[in-house]
């Protein structure tokens, strides 16, 4: 079982609607947690960083649930340039590496 | 540009062959990582630097693997005898902790453009 798990989609959804992505993690001792975004052939990006208040940046929710160990994030009024790969990712204390999930790809279609 | 540099952007080997990859961080970045991510998958940890000392390296680095970082500025990341299942993009990522953060680097994470081998 891989330690950070996402629906690999592909989520094809119409411009303007809510798409919103999970993922859970297996290792309760994970301490940060971020959404990054890959385009296609290109390096990924970080889109946000996830707390457990919850954190809002414009049209992007994320949420984060440590009981249940997953992450989720929300995306409003979807455009067609939020077509990308969204990679869930977390990090452990003292450990310096990124552990990313396979990804969701999203299309949004005009 | 002062982001993070990889050189070169795409590569073609026959197998059997030695490549080598290259990646300048951000000059004020005092760790770097190396990232190898095959198609439909995320990004896999291989190994990190801090300054010039490797401190951790993934069972994913084979002896056929081997990254260095002489000066504690670029890196450099050797691939021996390559094989089919090599084929991949390889991702540099450099950071520097925030003050009071030293424990951890994930904020100030920067990517290059990856390396894209191909091994035939």
């Known amino acids: 079982r891989k330690e950070v798990e996402q629906d690999p989609g592909p989520f094809n959804v119409p411009e303007g609607a809510t798409v919103a992505f999970n993922c859970t993690y297996s290792n309760s001792a994970s301490q940060s947690f971020f959404w990054y975004r890959q385009d296609c052939r290109k390096e990924p990006k970080l889109l946000m960083s996830v707390y457990s208040s919850g954190n809002e940046d414009g049209r992007f929710t994320a949420q984060l649930n440590r009981a249940s160990q997953y992450i989720s994030l929300l995306i409003r009024d979807s455009k067609l340039s939020d077509s990308a790969t969204y990679l869930c990712?977390?990090?452990?204390?003292?450990?310096?590496?990124?552990?990313f999930g396979t990804g969701t790809r999203l299309t949004i279609i005009p | 540009d002062t982001g993070v540099s990889q050189d070169p952007r795409h590569k073609i080997t026959k197998r059997g062959q030695n490549v080598t990859f290259r990646c300048d961080p951000i000059s004020e970045h005092n760790r770097l990582y190396w990232y190898r991510q095959t198609l439909g998958q995320g990004p896999e940890f291989l190994t990190y630097?801090?300054?010039?000392?490797?401190?951790?390296k993934s069972r994913l680095l084979s002896d056929r693997f081997s990254a260095e970082r002489p000066k504690g500025s670029f890196s450099t990341l050797e691939i021996q005898r390559t094989e089919q299942g090599d084929s991949a993009m390889y991702l540099c990522?450099?950071?520097?902790?925030?003050?009071?953060?030293?424990?951890?680097?994930?904020?100030?994470?920067?990517f290059g453009s990856g390396t894209r081998l191909t091994v035939v």
């Open positions: 990712v977390v990090t452990h204390f003292g450990n310096e590496k990124l552990t």
């Open positions: 990522a450099s950071s520097l902790p925030l003050p009071g953060q030293e424990l951890w680097s994930s904020y100030g994470y920067t």
């Open positions: 630097f801090q300054n010039e000392a490797q401190l951790e």
